[in-house]
């Protein structure tokens, strides 16, 4: 798998430029090389761009969408730009969604304050010195994980047949294959 952002966009103080040129050359190359694109998504412009690159056969399903909110410039971090992207979704689309934004600075009093801003304003714990905020997208991801959440015992299962086969078929003493308890309980979320 491998990153392929959509089109060019403005971040606040520079520009990604990412011609329709490149990402068609790009595309051909990960097709020939059986790599599967990460599609990043910043707004609904860029997941019909991937349409048009679907009907050009330069993608092919199932497509992995990362829908980024919270750029100045694009959708914003909220359920009606969540929202409006989900519902412009190509077919066989399976998609993450997260948020933009990075502070890098080697200026001590910077530092401070924006971690203080990006948890709630609080310099530690209940002490709010600022109006802040936790760009979490807890609304987003709450509406996501209600659908999600009917679907946990069936994907929990499919995980545990998984790691069952693996651990029944791996043979090889190099490799450290996880424990299968006789209960239910390990779901193998992160070995698989």
Not at 5 to 31: D, G, T, V
Not at 60 to 65: F, G, I, R
Not at 92 to 109: L, P, Q, R
């Amino acid at each position: 798998m491998a990153s392929l952002m959509l089109s060019s966009l403005n971040f606040n103080n520079q520009a990604s430029i990412n011609e329709p040129s490149m990402i068609i050359e790009l595309c051909k190359k990960m097709l020939a090389m059986g790599v599967k694109p990460e599609l990043e998504a910043f707004d609904s412009g860029m997941i019909n761009y991937a349409k048009h690159l679907i009907k050009k056969g330069l993608i092919t399903p199932p497509h992995y969408l990362n829908l980024i909110l919270g750029n100045i410039a694009c959708a914003q971090a909220d359920l009606l730009h969540a929202g409006l992207m989900v519902h412009d979704l190509p077919k066989d689309s399976f998609i993450s969604i997260g948020d933009a934004g990075a502070v890098v600075t080697n200026d001590k009093g910077l530092n401070e304050k924006v971690r203080q801003l990006r948890n709630y304003g609080a310099s530690k714990k209940d002490v709010f010195v600022d109006i802040g905020r936790n760009s979490r997208m807890d609304e987003i991801q709450a509406a996501i994980l209600g659908i999600k959440l009917k679907y946990l015992d069936s994907d929990n299962e499919k995980r545990r047949v998984a790691a069952n086969y693996y651990i029944s078929y791996i043979k090889n003493p190099q490799v450290t294959l996880p424990k299968m308890p006789a209960e239910k309980s390990r779901t193998f979320g992160i070995s698989l």
